[in-house]
């Protein structure tokens, strides 16, 4: 198949990408490659997909990676009407993958602009290209911040999501309402994923996995929120992967002649593990103990996730299986590797 993966440059983005590759299809990957964190990890990620930096700084330039054929590469963000069409047009893509997005629970207190531009319009670009050149299916991600305030935990996806804490939240159920409404109206299948708190190797830096590594490492205090009073879903990057993959290639579609189908799962570890437990696990693999800095509650914060994955299993025999010490066991020593 001949897919598109937005988001390339990204965290989630690169390993789908590489997973494809090695099972044999063409990708194209695509990113704004946007300054919100260090644009110097972007370019690693893509070169580890063998497209060189001064390749991939070009805007609106299609380039070849000069390691894996079957990978290309364009920097276009998803605002951009004109050229996205384009893209689309000349492709002929069979599935996209729609990993880009503005993200960030906090950051979207700072720069509510930015979640509009890429969430909002870019997704809206997305579904219109989807539509009109005739895309046979649509994965995108979600997000577990749409639960917001729910209180029945696990979360499923039967849940109402209407109370959402932070506006990365509203735009990533706003992306759920527009998909149904595009898949109900023009018959292309849809498939939306709420991703649950993801860490591993290659991660961004802004998430708790690599903020709290950074800090021990370099001596200074972490910062812990709700004064650890705190649970979440943490996903290794390789089972998020392996749950993407499988539905990308082989949609629900494959199960159902239902034309315009959409669907919605959550996509995490199944399981809650406690911060502090998490942070354990880091200070074990540093062999150090982390200094702490204890604060209340952040805007936008809620104080336990927790994924039910039944009709991922059920849909797509999908079992994340990595424990939280083998994971940041891996994190800890790509770290060390990549930063020397």
């Avoid at 880009?100 to 969430?119: F, I, K, M, T």
């Avoid at 849809?190 to 709290?212: E, I, K, Q, S």
């Amino acid at each position: 198949m001949k897919i598109l993966v937005t988001g390339a440059a990204g965290f989630i983005g690169f390993f789908v990408s590489k997973s494809l590759l090695e099972k044999g299809h063409d990708v194209i990957g695509l990113d704004n490659i946007n300054d919100y964190y260090d644009v110097n990890l972007k370019y690693a990620r893509l070169n580890e997909l063998g497209i060189k930096r001064e390749h991939a700084e070009q805007f609106n330039a299609l380039t070849k990676s000069t390691t894996n054929a079957a990978f290309s590469f364009i920097r276009l963000a998803l605002e951009d009407r004109e050229n996205l069409p384009n893209l689309f047009k000349e492709q002929n893509f069979d599935v996209v993958c729609n990993l880009a997005a503005q993200a960030g629970v906090r950051y979207s207190l700072e720069n509510p602009e930015a979640y509009v531009d890429s969430n909002l319009v870019g997704f809206l670009n997305i579904l219109e290209c989807c539509r009109n050149y005739k895309i046979k299916h649509l994965v995108y991600a979600s997000s577990s911040s749409v639960y917001g305030l729910n209180e029945k935990i696990p979360f499923e996806t039967t849940d109402a999501v209407d109370h959402p804490v932070s506006l990365y939240a509203a735009t990533k159920k706003s992306n759920e309402l527009m998909a149904h409404s595009y898949s109900h109206l023009y018959g292309f299948k849809t498939t939306g994923l709420r991703f649950f708190t993801v860490y591993g190797p290659w991660g961004r830096p802004d998430m708790a996995m690599f903020l709290f590594t950074d800090a021990i490492v370099n001596d200074k205090p972490i910062k812990v929120f709700n004064n650890g009073k705190l649970e979440r879903d943490f996903t290794y990057i390789d089972d998020i992967t392996e749950g993407v993959v499988r539905i990308i290639q082989k949609p629900v579609l494959a199960q159902s002649e239902k034309k315009g189908e959409f669907k919605i799962y959550n996509i995490g570890n199944s399981k809650s593990v406690k911060l502090m437990d998490f942070i354990t696990a880091i200070e074990e693999s540093l062999g150090t103990v982390a200094k702490k800095e204890m604060l209340p509650m952040q805007p936008g914060d809620v104080e336990k996730t927790w994924a039910n994955v039944d009709d991922l299993i059920a849909d797509y025999e999908y079992r994340p299986n990595t424990p939280i010490k083998l994971g940041v066991q891996k994190f800890i020593e790509w770290y060390k590797e990549y930063y020397k």
